[in-house]
T-cell receptor, first 115, second 112 residues
């Protein structure tokens, strides 16, 4: 069954701690993305990766880090430098290649709460 | 960068009513998607529609790329249609597989 999985579904963190959110896809997609959503707001891009071992900053990358060591996986680390990390985090992926079908699909999300 | 505006921001409907949601964008696009975010936060793909018209059951969408807008039609609305509807676009001057830009969404509430 193909799709995008995110774990955990809910995550609680104490101030000053780093946490890593998992995102895995088995759709053979080249590109993966991380978005943040605050209550009542739209989605804002944190980081994206078009190919393994390469990634680019989005609009709100400060306080976050990513890695892309495997095509299937794109973990997001929320560091202690992120001033207001409580939010809903969504991972997405899409097929890559110029002229290809770039429809983007989303995982179910992780709700992070800083205590 | 490309700008995306959705209207109306909020919409309340009686069950069975029809509605039209609008998405305006500031530049030409090669990708436009409509999503429905359900109460649990999941983003559901509704349409991939950079141009033309598509229909899926009670939902249909039209994108007029030359005039830089897209419309999402919901007919015979049901309470399960409630949630937030997002439009997202990618400008065609951006090469490669760059990210979608999202509008702020339309929050739809369907009342029984």
């Amino acid at each position: 069954d193909g799709g995008i999985t995110q774990s955990p579904k809910y995550l609680f963190r104490k101030e000053g701690q780093n946490v890593t959110l998992s995102c895995e896809q088995n759709l053979n997609h080249d590109a993966m993305y991380w978005y943040r959503q605050d209550p009542g707001q739209g989605l804002r891009l944190i980081y994206y990766s078009q190919i393994v071992n390469d990634f680019q900053k989005g609009d709100i990358a400060e306080g976050y880090s990513v890695s892309r060591e495997k095509k299937e996986s794109f973990p997001l680390t929320v560091t202690s430098a992120q001033k207001n990390p409580t939010a809903f985090y969504l991972c997405a992926s899409s097929y890559g290649g110029a002229g290809g079908d770039n429809e983007q699909f989303f995982g179910p999300g992780t709700r992070l709460t800083v205590l | 960068g490309i700008q995306v505006e959705q209207s109306p921001p909020d919409l309340i409907l009686q069950e069975g009513a029809n509605s039209t949601l609008r998405c305006n964008f500031s530049d030409s696009v090669n990708n436009l998607q409509w999503f429905h975010q359900n109460p649990w936060g999941q983003l559901i793909n509704l349409f991939y529609i950079p141009s033309g018209t598509k229909q899926n059951g009670r939902l249909s969408a039209t994108t007029v790329a030359t005039e830089r807008y897209s419309l999402l039609y919901i007919s015979s609305s049901q309470t399960t249609d409630s949630g937030v509807y997002f439009c997202a676009v990618k400008g065609d001057r951006i090469s490669g597989n760059t990210p979608l830009v999202f509008g702020k969404g339309t929050r739809l509430s369907v009342i029984a």
